[in-house]
C-alpha cells in the first residue's frame, strides 16, 4: 500500500516491455506451428504417405526441406493414428549398421543388423522420414541397405520420405544389377517462398511486436533473400535489432 512507502520512495518508473525477435528460427524448425506457408506440400505429403505411396521431398539447401519432414513427425496421430512414424536424421547416422541401431532403437527394439531391421520392419505398419538421405550414398552405407529399403517400401509395412538436395536419381545412379533406387517414389519438389509469401511472411511475424519494416525494407529483404526462409529470416532478425536498439 501507498500509505507503507518510505516518504521518500518513488514508485520505480515502468520499463518498456521486451519483445523477442520474431524472426530467431535457425535450422529446423522442431514446432509446426511456426512453419509458414507450407501447408500445401504437407498435405500433399500426408495424402501420399498415407495411402502406402513414397515420396521423394527435393530442394535446394536451407529451403525448408528438413522442417518439413519433422512437421510430419510431429503430426503423426492426426493422419497416421493406426501406424508408427519415425524421423532419422541421417546427418547424425555413421554406418549401415549405426543406421541399423538407430531405426531399431527408435521402434524399441534391440540392437541388431540388416536382417533384424528387415524382421522388425516387416512388423511394423512404419513410416519412416529420413532427412539428408544423400548420406545413405556415402561408401559407409552398404547397397545391401539400399536394396533392403527399396524392397520393403514395395511392401504394406514401409513406406518411406527421404529429404534431398538432387534428384534421387542423380544420388543413386542405377545400377545394372539390381532395380532403380529411385523408382519407387513420388517426386515433389520444394522451392522458395514467391515474393507474395515472402511478404506475407515478415508481416504475419511483425504482427504485435510494436516494430514495422517499410515497405522498401521489405522488398530488399524479399530480393536479398531470393525468398530462401533461412536467409530471410536472417536478414530480417538482423533488420528486427538495428531497428529495436534505435528505438
Known amino acids: 500500500p501507498a500509505s507503507l512507502l518510505h516518504p521518500y520512495a518513488h514508485p520505480a518508473p515502468c520499463t518498456p516491455h521486451y519483445v523477442p ?24 505429403l ?20 528438413s ?3 519433422y512437421a510430419l513427425y510431429r503430426t503423426a496421430r492426426e493422419w497416421f493414428p493406426d501406424g508408427v512414424v519415425l524421423y532419422v536424421d541421417l ?28 524382421r522388425a520392419l516387416r512388423r511394423k505398419h512404419l ?3 529420413l532427412d539428408e538421405v544423400e548420406k545413405l550414398a556415402r561408401p559407409a552405407f552398404t547397397a545391401d541397405l539400399h536394396d533392403l529399403l527399396r524392397a520393403l517400401a514395395q511392401e504394406r509395412t514401409l513406406t518411406l520420405a527421404v529429404a534431398s538436395h538432387r534428384r534421387l ?12 533406387f529411385h523408382n519407387i517414389f513420388v517426386e515433389k519438389p520444394l522451392g522458395p517462398f514467391t515474393p ?12 504485435g511486436t510494436g516494430v514495422q519494416f517499410t515497405p522498401q525494407e521489405v522488398e530488399r529483404l524479399v530480393v536479398e533473400s531470393g525468398g530462401r526462409p533461412a536467409r530471410l529470416q536472417e536478414r530480417a532478425y538482423a533488420l528486427f535489432e538495428a531497428k529495436r536498439g534505435g528505438d
Do not use: Y
Request: charged share 30%; with cysteine; net charge negative.
Open 196 to 207: 507474395e509469401q515472402a511478404r506475407a511472411f515478415i508481416s504475419h511475424r511483425l504482427q
Open 21 to 44: 525477435n520474431p524472426f530467431c528460427d535457425r535450422g529446423r524448425i522442431n514446432d509446426p506451428a511456426r512453419l509458414f506457408d507450407r501447408e500445401r506440400i504437407r498435405r500433399e
Open 169 to 180: 536419381v542423380d544420388v543413386f545412379p542405377p545400377s545394372s544389377d539390381t532395380s532403380p
Open 127 to 129: 513410416v519412416l522420414l
Open 46 to 65: 500426408r495424402d501420399l504417405l498415407a495411402r502406402g505411396n513414397s515420396v521423394s521431398l527435393v530442394g535446394e539447401p536451407q529451403i525448408g526441406k
Open 67 to 69: 522442417s518439413v519432414l
Open 91 to 118: 546427418q547424425g547416422v555413421l554406418s549401415t549398421e549405426d543406421f541399423c541401431a538407430e531405426v531399431l532403437e527408435g521402434l524399441g527394439e534391440p540392437p541388431g543388423d540388416l536382417p533384424a531391421l528387415k
